[in-house]
């Protein structure tokens, strides 16, 4: 019996434990229902619609231009048409209830599962928090993945949970469990290489306990052969989906290509031995606990086996719990092949909360500190702040925001399609299911997060783009954009420009062949200039005239103008900064950090002449801003003044010779100046 003092302290641990895990829940589910931020989601929401308006054989992309004549791939029709549903039934605002209520169920359900392995409340609480800091990228994400956890979950419950072998009605849920997942994500063959590892472990056991001479009860003589029933009934029924056993190779077929590798968060791998920085998919946390769950795996796995060696009997062979170690070799071999498997950190969790059935109060005790360290270091780990940041630029707030518009340009969409545009877009990949979503087909994409679906060319071509704008290299992008019949290019700037790296938006502007058309603090769409454009030049022009801003064929609409004359406009369009007033006072005062944001953001949309005035008088208080120089160096290039705009760069390249836009703007203006009849107007 247990004593008093032992199960208050008991209890002490238990609500510790307790309170760490609902911090780092909340935390999760607090991301998970925020404003829509799945960058994926609006490729799927667009493919969904396609799926529920022409069936599931679409003969062409409705979003790329890059691959024309390609049909789509069916492989999560199922979860496609099932997010476009509840948008046409709940509206935006309906699928972030759907995305939190998901992870909600998620979370309960795992440590439901922790706590029947643990037998103990602080152990699962404390796996439990770890296990959030593990997952936490892909359950924030409204994607494919979160049925896939259900499943698994599902599986575990009714498979791997019960030492009692499944019977005909657990085996029939489990086949239909797997053919609705073979419909929903692509990587459902997790289930079947699941059952796979579970039988190997189950095998095992038979051997071993042959090996100490004991016999197998008749439970464990039929659980193998179920498991390896299922396995087998699975593999066939996972064929009932529109691609038949082609979905089962997916993932194999996708990782030959190369292609999807180059996604260095979903498929970055985790290497126990080195450190990973500046990636939110493996943030420190993660890797120092995966580390530490690996260590302590082998450890316990290790002192078993070894118990296993001297004891040879058939309580050391079930001790090994040789089902739940095949569960938990297999998940580690998918965690280090990519970190978008971390979640499934469950099975060596389960392994490790089985072996430690029955602990005593001290590893409780430390269990309940662990998950209490593990959950304040979650909000630092995740990048709160930065999602913060992103919160506090929509005038919504977290409540009435239906999707984070400045992160997707959400006015240049807008432009595009009030402009009634037609034409071929390029874009950083992650606006590419966005910009599909509300402009297709009239303005087709280049690419989106479905990098294996567009000929490898065409993702060799983005890469070398966007290195050539971060290299400001003109010669590496400008030919590779006209090759693909580029007719916008939409373009993100940095939140704060990084010295010495251009943006996506700096460059285009300087080059003859291209039109600023619009332009936010977020992001700026140019036009490349030439007779196929000659009708959308017509639509841009229609566009401002009806707003009342003036407009330019050779220089761009007047964005400046707008921040006096069409105030509400700017403020509503992302073109005004949404601190212009309070940072026109600080100017006012000669505050430096006031002018440099100020100076920023009239340089962002063109507005060159004012832009000018207040980088003189930042470069006077502080003569050692060297991105105001920069700054103005650009302004003078872009307003015909290329002996204006040597100056500031020679210094530039004086005090930093590497500085590669600095090497850019001096080419050209160099260039210009001694052919004025090259200018850019």
């Not at 925020?34 to 799926?51: F, K, Q, V």
């Not at 498997?341 to 469950?346: E, K, R, S, V």
């Not at 005004?576 to 940072?583: G, T, V, Y």
Request: net charge positive.
């Amino acid at each position: 019996m247990t004593s008093a003092p032992r199960a208050g302290q008991t209890r002490g641990a238990d609500t510790i434990a307790l309170v760490a895990l609902a911090c780092a829940a909340v935390l999760v589910l607090g991301l998970a229902g925020r404003p829509l931020a799945t960058d994926d989601l609006w490729w799927h929401l667009a493919l969904g619609e396609s799926y529920a308006t022409q069936g599931l054989s679409v003969s062409e992309d409705p979003l790329f231009h890059t691959a024309p004549g390609q049909p789509t791939v069916p492989h999560e029709w199922l979860f496609q048409v099932g997010v476009h549903g509840v948008e046409r039934l709940a509206g935006f605002h309906g699928l972030r209830v759907l995305h939190a209520g998901l992870v909600g169920a998620i979370l309960v359900w795992t440590f439901l599962l922790l706590r029947r392995a643990a037998g103990s409340t602080a152990l699962a609480a404390c796996a439990g928090t770890a296990w959030i800091a593990l997952s936490w990228y892909r359950l924030i994400q409204l994607r494919p993945e979160l049925v896939s956890l259900m499943a698994i979950l599902g599986l575990t419950t009714l498979l791997f949970a019960r030492a009692r072998p499944p019977g005909p009605a657990r085996i029939a849920v489990c086949l239909a469990l797997l053919v609705a997942w073979a419909n929903a994500h692509s990587l459902f063959a997790i289930g079947p290489a699941l059952l796979l590892a579970a039988g190997l472990g189950l095998a095992l056991e038979r051997g071993l306990l042959a090996w100490v001479g004991d016999a197998a009860s008749e439970a464990e003589r039929s659980r193998a052969p179920r498991i390896a029933l299922l396995f087998g009934l699975a593999l066939l029924v996972t064929a009932l989906n529109p691609r038949g056993f082609d979905q089962h190779a997916t993932f194999l077929v996708e990782s030959a290509s190369g292609d999807i590798w180059r996604l260095h968060d979903e498929f970055l791998q985790w290497i126990p031995w080195v450190p990973v920085h500046q990636n939110l998919a493996l943030t420190p946390l993660a890797w120092a606990l995966a580390d530490a769950l690996l260590i302590l795996w082998l450890g316990m796995v290790g002192a078993r086996g070894l118990g296993l060696w001297r004891e040879r009997s058939g309580a050391a062979v079930r001790r090994l719990d040789a089902l739940h170690l095949g569960l938990a070799a297999a998940s580690f071999v998918a965690m280090a092949a990519a970190v978008r498997f971390q979640w499934l950190a469950l099975f060596p969790l389960l392994h490790l909360l089985r072996a430690a059935r029955g602990a005593g109060v001290t590893l409780r005790r430390a269990a309940a500190v662990a998950a209490v360290l593990i959950a304040a270091a979650l909000p630092r780990s995740v990048d709160l702040a930065a999602f913060r940041g992103e919160l506090f630029q929509e005038a919504g707030g977290y409540w009435a925001t239906p999707w984070l518009d400045a992160r997707y340009c959400g006015p240049a969409a807008r432009f595009l399609r009030d402009a009634d545009l037609r034409g071929r877009l390029f874009h950083p990949f992650n606006l590419g299911g966005f910009l599909g979503y509300w402009l297709a087909p009239e303005l087709r994409t280049f690419i989106d997060g479905r990098l294996d679906h567009v000929p490898s060319a065409v993702l060799d071509d983005y890469v070398e783009i966007r290195r050539g704008m971060r290299l400001s290299d003109e010669q590496r992008f400008a030919g590779r954009l006209d090759s693909h019949g580029v007719d916008f290019f939409v373009g993100t700037h940095f939140r704060n420009n990084r010295y010495r790296q251009g943006t996506w938006t700096d460059h285009l502007r300087r080059l003859p062949e291209w039109l600023p058309v619009f332009a936010t603090q977020e992001c700026s769409v140019y036009m490349r200039r030439g007779t196929r454009n000659a009708e959308n030049l017509r639509r841009v022009e229609a566009y401002y005239a009806d707003r009342g801003i003036g407009f330019d064929p050779d220089a761009g609409p007047d964005l400046g103008g707008a921040l006096s004359r069409r105030r509400n406009w700017a403020d509503h369009n992302g073109v005004a900064p949404p601190n212009l007033d309070a940072l026109r006072r600080r100017a006012r005062a000669n505050d430096p950090d006031a002018l440099e944001e100020l100076a920023r953001a009239l340089w962002r949309i063109g507005a060159f002449q004012r832009q000018l005035r207040v980088d003189r008088e930042l470069l006077l208080l502080e003569p050692e801003r060297h991105e105001a120089r920069r700054r103005m160096a650009d302004a003078l290039l872009q307003l015909d003044d290329p002996a204006g705009a040597l100056p500031h760069a020679r210094v530039l390249l004086e005090l930093d010779p590497p500085y590669s836009d600095a090497r850019a703007i001096y080419r050209l203006a160099a260039d210009r100046w001694r052919k004025p009849s090259g200018s850019k107007r």
